[in-house]
């Protein structure tokens, strides 16, 4: 009996030895982490555009003090297409230079002129617009050329291309040539009597002073001005040297909106009335 109690204990300590162990269920594969999402492109900034509101009807101001006018609404045009919010900040007309190497904005969108003595201190993109210049007098005083008008007092836009002009042909026939800060003085001052005429772009004097009351006892002299020494190749958007992307860029907004439309809006809006385009030759 002692025997065989011995063998069935030995049986059952062999069964169990022979018992295979499970394996334990292996954990679930964690799923595979998305793809980081690429950060957004920072937006750009505003573009700080330096303006001189006195120059109707390129850029003034409205009823409401804003800014307005063809120069206003083609900036805005501009920024739209460049996905920037234009921010405008007012400036003296001759300090326009010096600021924008200062840093205080952007930009110039202001009707500057695209010329060899400005193209030394700033760069320029291609012309939006491009209209001559004219001499005003008051009606009755007989103009044939510059020394016809000896004597008479004519008032310009200091740092201008028509101060230039009347610096360089004017002056020396005997013209007595005085300089002001901003263009609306200059009309207050012909209105005033102070000043006989006034040099200033076709359009601007057209639309700021000749088709109001004040400007109808005054018309324009002489042929369409227009050297290149004096006036430059058209009105164009100042940078920074250096600025090539915003430049490439803003060349290419020009273009757009000369060909989807939004430029002959502009145009139309302003200047319709007189039959003209003013992007000119």
Not at 30 to 56: H, M, Q, R
Not at 224 to 238: R, S, V
Request: proline share 6%.
């Amino acid at each position: 009996m002692k025997k065989l109690l011995l063998a069935l204990a030995a049986t059952s300590v062999l069964a169990a030895c022979g018992k295979k162990e499970e394996a334990a269920p292996a954990a679930p594969a964690a799923p595979a982490s998305a793809p980081a999402a690429a950060a957004p492109a920072p937006e750009a900034g505003p573009l700080k555009v330096a303006i001189d509101p006195t120059y109707e009807p390129f850029t003034f101001k409205s009823a409401d003090g804003q800014p307005t006018g063809f120069d206003v609404d083609v900036a805005n045009a501009l920024c739209e297409q460049i996905k920037r919010k234009c921010e405008f900040v007012e400036q003296v007309w001759d300090s326009m230079i010096p600021g924008l190497n200062a840093k205080k904005y952007d930009v110039i969108i202001s009707s500057m002129s695209i010329t060899d003595d400005r193209m030394k201190e700033v760069d320029f993109t291609d012309k939006y617009y491009n209209t001559p210049s004219r001499i005003v007098l008051k009606k009755g005083v007989k103009f044939t050329d510059a020394a016809s008008i000896k004597g008479k007092k004519i008032g310009v836009l200091k740092g201008s291309t028509q101060e230039k002009y009347a610096l360089g042909d004017l002056k020396p026939a005997g013209v007595i040539v005085n300089s002001y800060e901003a263009q609306d003085q200059v009309y207050l001052d012909i209105k005033s009597g102070r000043l006989d005429g006034t040099v200033a772009d076709y359009m601007e004097v057209t639309g700021g002073f000749l088709s109001k009351p004040e400007g109808a006892k005054y018309e324009l002299v002489g042929p369409d001005l227009k050297m290149p020494q004096y006036f430059g190749y058209g009105a164009g958007i100042a940078l920074r040297k250096g600025e090539d992307k915003l430049k490439g860029e803003l060349n290419e907004a020009i273009k757009a909106i000369r060909t989807n439309g939004t430029y002959k809006t502009l145009n139309d809006k302003y200047f319709a009335k007189y039959n003209i385009d003013v992007y000119g030759e």
